[in-house]
């Protein structure tokens, strides 16, 4: 379990960096340079990742049950996953779905924890996705509080109903494609079984 909550504590912790320390980057940057920011986030993000899914293999090898949820919440939780690639999708292609969700892959983040809190109920479960619920949600508190995007990273003119229909399709088939065999041949575990 340690090198779980290691792994946790480092990806998110360098993904909170703008939560606790919002100076902390622009000063990293002005001393060391945009590409020596990138490539250190970067290298913790990668190192922080690795750490989770290793921990919570190793977890999921002696698992303590906190709760057994019953069968019909893998069907709800299922029915929450879908919407969760289309926002990851319209995220890096904006249209109308980016513009009513805000930020989409935070929305997508509290969905997919979510809808896996209901499914599952090992410690190493709630550990994973307790703790990226409470990070995606504290986030986005935090956002609602941080001043204004800076010029340029706003998104320019009407949002685009291409992108929609892109990240409806795309984001579909990544759904489609996890349901039926990504899920189990990268986790182990058939969403349905």
Same mark, same amino acid.
Request: a positive charge.
């Given at each position: 379990m340690f +090198?779980? *909550?290691?792994g946790?504590v480092?990806f998110?912790?360098?993904?909170?960096?703008r939560? =606790?320390?919002?100076?902390?980057r622009e $000063?990293?940057i002005?001393?060391?340079?945009?590409?020596a920011?990138?490539?250190?986030?970067?290298l913790l993000?990668l190192?922080?990742?690795?750490l989770? *899914?290793?921990? /919570?293999?190793? !977890?999921?090898l002696?698992?303590?049950?906190?709760?057994s949820?019953?069968?019909?919440?893998?069907h709800i939780?299922l =029915? %929450?996953?879908?919407?969760v690639?289309?926002l990851i *999708?319209s995220? /890096?292609?904006?249209?109308?779905?980016?513009?009513?969700a805000?930020?989409?892959?935070?929305?997508a +983040?509290? %969905?997919w924890?979510f &809808?896996? @809190? %209901? $499914?599952n109920g090992?410690l $190493?479960d709630? @550990? @994973?996705?307790g703790?990226?619920?409470a990070w !995606?949600v504290?986030?986005r508190i935090?956002?609602k509080?941080?001043p $204004?995007?800076k010029?340029?990273?706003? *998104?320019?003119?009407?949002p685009n109903? &291409?992108?929609?229909?892109i &990240?409806?399709v795309v984001?579909a088939?990544?759904?489609?494609a996890?349901?039926?065999?990504?899920?189990e041949? @990268?986790?182990g +575990?058939s969403?349905?079984?």
């Amino acid at each position: 379990m340690f +090198v779980l *909550v290691l792994g946790l504590v480092l990806f998110l912790g360098v993904h909170s960096e703008r939560i =606790v320390a919002p100076g902390f980057r622009e $000063a990293f940057i002005a001393r060391r340079g945009d590409n020596a920011w990138k490539g250190l986030y970067s290298l913790l993000s990668l190192l922080g990742i690795v750490l989770v *899914v290793w921990g /919570y293999g190793l !977890a999921r090898l002696d698992p303590v049950v906190i709760y057994s949820p019953p069968v019909w919440m893998r069907h709800i939780s299922l =029915v %929450l996953l879908m919407p969760v690639f289309v926002l990851i *999708v319209s995220a /890096y292609a904006p249209g109308h779905i980016k513009a009513k969700a805000k930020h989409p892959m935070l929305a997508a +983040v509290k %969905l997919w924890a979510f &809808a896996h @809190l %209901l $499914a599952n109920g090992t410690l $190493a479960d709630v @550990l @994973l996705f307790g703790s990226f619920l409470a990070w !995606a949600v504290v986030d986005r508190i935090s956002l609602k509080r941080r001043p $204004a995007s800076k010029p340029g990273h706003e *998104v320019k003119g009407q949002p685009n109903w &291409a992108n929609d229909v892109i &990240a409806l399709v795309v984001g579909a088939t990544i759904y489609v494609a996890f349901l039926l065999f990504l899920h189990e041949w @990268l986790i182990g +575990v058939s969403p349905l079984a």
